[in-house]
């Protein structure tokens, strides 16, 4: 006989049959399982009296309507070690659904009936999908939305539209962003989009942009923060990016190229990725840093329940199924599961390490690393001192640089001349006056 757990609870005798609801709903809201009448707690099997058989099923199954929706379950007789018990088999709730018990979502939780409350019954009912923060109601009025935003949206999606302004409402209607039962009400979605003044009603609704100088989160060179839509926390986003990271030149034949820091697909779906997956029910931000070797995209909320890490690229969930639906008709995200294989595809190309992506404990990050974390993989640790000291100053020498990593001269020049051949590094003159640079000032790779 196995022991009491996730899926099994023994029961000597049944003299509380709210409990055998409790256990049921517990049950049902969890794996499923089984209650078995007739053995005792250490796994004894001490049968069920003949005479108490029917009446006791009968009440079992008076204890299973108490539960609200009746979960699947079958009441039946079997015998162990010869003597008879009674089994109830519970079914798991469908995906969508769930039990309560006298009003109460119970959940099992090892060989416990726990009762789920607050902020654990939010977050059992987003992992099963039954509540969800952009389909939920708002304490907006039709006068909170913004016709020119709406606009906007409906023009990008369908370019032959002719918008009205007196059909607001039902715009918003057949985008199921609202519902209406007596009276309007606005779905979050709505306002995440479309409001007139998100932070009102979403102040989450912010990206935390900040430029550290150096590798380290210590000091900020520049800052931005941002409330707004889902589209205007987008642009923002882009464009600080783009004011903060670097540029370098190619020459392809005789066309001079210009090469970003990072390739601008995989910048624009981390972007994507942060503000339509994030958990929206979290007070945090979604937060971009940006280091001199690498930016760092910082989401609220783990990987939904049934992701994982290494089922990324793989499959598609939504824990925001509106925002990923208004995102899709925009072609900001495709659902196909081609987002991340396309973001690693094109890290590839460009000669960079494939994104790096963590959970840490109620948060999401993606890390892009840039040719200067790659290029100093490959150099020595004095030569790395040299391009630290020059990202703090103009110029370096070789004596200076002899002094600063503890070598002879020789070995100086001969560090600094290798960072030259690599073209990290500009040597300027040629006599004892000479001194080195970063190759290209502020468009170099470091």
């Given at each position: 006989?196995?022991?009491?757990?996730?899926?099994?609870?023994f029961?000597?005798?049944?003299?509380?049959?709210?409990?055998?609801?409790?256990?049921?709903?517990?049950?049902?809201?969890?794996?499923?399982?089984?209650?078995?009448?007739?053995?005792?707690?250490?796994?004894?099997?001490?049968?069920?009296?003949?005479?108490?058989?029917?009446?006791l099923?009968?009440?079992?199954?008076?204890?299973?309507q108490?539960?609200?929706?009746?979960?699947?379950?079958?009441?039946?007789?079997?015998?162990?070690?010869g003597?008879?018990?009674?089994?109830v088999?519970?079914s798991?709730?469908?995906?969508?659904?769930?039990?309560?018990?006298?009003?109460i979502?119970?959940?099992?939780?090892?060989?416990?009936n726990?009762?789920?409350?607050?902020?654990?019954?939010?977050?059992?009912?987003?992992?099963?999908?039954?509540?969800s923060?952009?389909?939920?109601?708002?304490?907006?009025?039709?006068?909170?939305?913004?016709p020119?935003?709406?606009k906007?949206?409906?023009?990008?999606?369908?370019?032959?539209?002719?918008?009205?302004?007196?059909r607001?409402?039902?715009?918003?209607?057949?985008?199921?962003?609202?519902?209406?039962n007596?009276r309007?009400?606005?779905?979050?979605a709505?306002?995440?989009?479309?409001?007139?003044?998100?932070?009102?009603?979403?102040?989450?609704?912010?990206?935390?942009?900040?430029?550290?100088?150096?590798?380290?989160?210590?000091d900020i060179?520049?800052?931005?923060?941002?409330?707004?839509?889902?589209?205007?926390?987008?642009?923002?986003?882009?464009?600080?990016?783009?004011?903060?990271?670097?540029m370098?030149?190619?020459?392809?034949?005789?066309?001079?190229?210009?090469?970003?820091?990072?390739?601008?697909?995989?910048?624009?779906?981390?972007?994507?990725?942060?503000l339509?997956?994030?958990?929206y029910?979290s007070?945090?931000t979604?937060?971009?840093?940006?280091?001199?070797?690498?930016?760092?995209?910082?989401?609220?909320?783990?990987?939904p329940?049934?992701?994982?890490?290494?089922l990324?690229?793989?499959?598609?969930?939504?824990?925001?199924?509106?925002?990923?639906?208004?995102?899709r008709?925009?072609?900001?995200?495709?659902?196909?599961a081609t987002?991340?294989?396309?973001?690693?595809?094109?890290?590839?190309?460009?000669?960079?390490p494939?994104?790096m992506?963590?959970?840490?404990g109620?948060?999401f990050?993606v890390?892009?690393?840039?040719k200067a974390?790659?290029?100093?993989?490959?150099?020595?640790?004095?030569?790395v001192?040299a391009?630290?000291?020059?990202?703090d100053?103009?110029?370096?020498?070789?004596?200076?640089?002899?002094?600063?990593?503890?070598?002879?001269?020789?070995?100086?020049?001969?560090?600094?001349?290798?960072?030259?051949?690599?073209?990290?590094?500009?040597?300027?003159?040629?006599t004892?006056?000479?001194y080195?640079?970063?190759?290209?000032?502020p468009?170099n790779?470091?």
């Amino acid at each position: 006989m196995n022991v009491e757990g996730q899926d099994l609870e023994f029961k000597r005798s049944v003299k509380n049959f709210k409990e055998i609801g409790k256990t049921a709903c517990a049950f049902a809201n969890a794996f499923g399982g089984r209650i078995i009448i007739g053995v005792a707690d250490d796994g004894e099997v001490v049968g069920v009296p003949d005479d108490a058989i029917d009446i006791l099923q009968q009440r079992l199954e008076g204890a299973m309507q108490q539960v609200s929706p009746v979960p699947f379950h079958k009441i039946t007789v079997e015998e162990k070690e010869g003597k008879r018990t009674i089994v109830v088999e519970v079914s798991q709730a469908g995906q969508g659904t769930f039990c309560t018990h006298d009003g109460i979502v119970y959940h099992r939780t090892g060989s416990v009936n726990t009762k789920l409350g607050g902020r654990t019954l939010q977050a059992y009912l987003m992992d099963r999908y039954i509540l969800s923060f952009d389909e939920s109601r708002s304490q907006a009025g039709l006068g909170d939305i913004d016709p020119n935003r709406l606009k906007d949206f409906l023009v990008r999606r369908t370019p032959d539209l002719r918008f009205d302004k007196r059909r607001m409402k039902a715009y918003l209607l057949s985008l199921n962003l609202a519902e209406t039962n007596g009276r309007l009400s606005i779905k979050n979605a709505a306002l995440l989009f479309f409001a007139r003044d998100p932070g009102r009603f979403v102040p989450q609704s912010e990206v935390k942009l900040v430029r550290f100088k150096g590798r380290e989160p210590v000091d900020i060179v520049d800052s931005r923060f941002p409330v707004g839509t889902v589209l205007d926390l987008l642009k923002e986003a882009e464009d600080f990016i783009k004011r903060n990271t670097r540029m370098a030149m190619r020459i392809e034949g005789s066309v001079r190229k210009d090469v970003p820091e990072y390739p601008e697909p995989v910048t624009r779906e981390a972007l994507v990725n942060a503000l339509t997956h994030r958990d929206y029910f979290s007070r945090d931000t979604v937060q971009i840093n940006i280091f001199d070797d690498r930016i760092e995209y910082v989401s609220p909320g783990n990987l939904p329940t049934g992701l994982s890490l290494q089922l990324l690229g793989t499959v598609s969930k939504q824990r925001n199924p509106l925002t990923y639906r208004l995102m899709r008709d925009l072609g900001l995200v495709e659902g196909l599961a081609t987002g991340i294989p396309r973001m690693r595809s094109a890290m590839r190309d460009a000669g960079l390490p494939e994104p790096m992506f963590e959970e840490l404990g109620g948060f999401f990050r993606v890390t892009l690393v840039n040719k200067a974390r790659v290029d100093r993989a490959r150099l020595n640790k004095r030569q790395v001192n040299a391009i630290e000291y020059l990202e703090d100053n103009p110029a370096i020498t070789s004596r200076t640089y002899s002094g600063l990593v503890g070598v002879s001269n020789p070995v100086a020049v001969a560090d600094m001349n290798d960072l030259v051949a690599r073209g990290i590094l500009r040597k300027v003159g040629k006599t004892r006056g000479a001194y080195y640079e970063l190759a290209e000032g502020p468009n170099n790779n470091y």
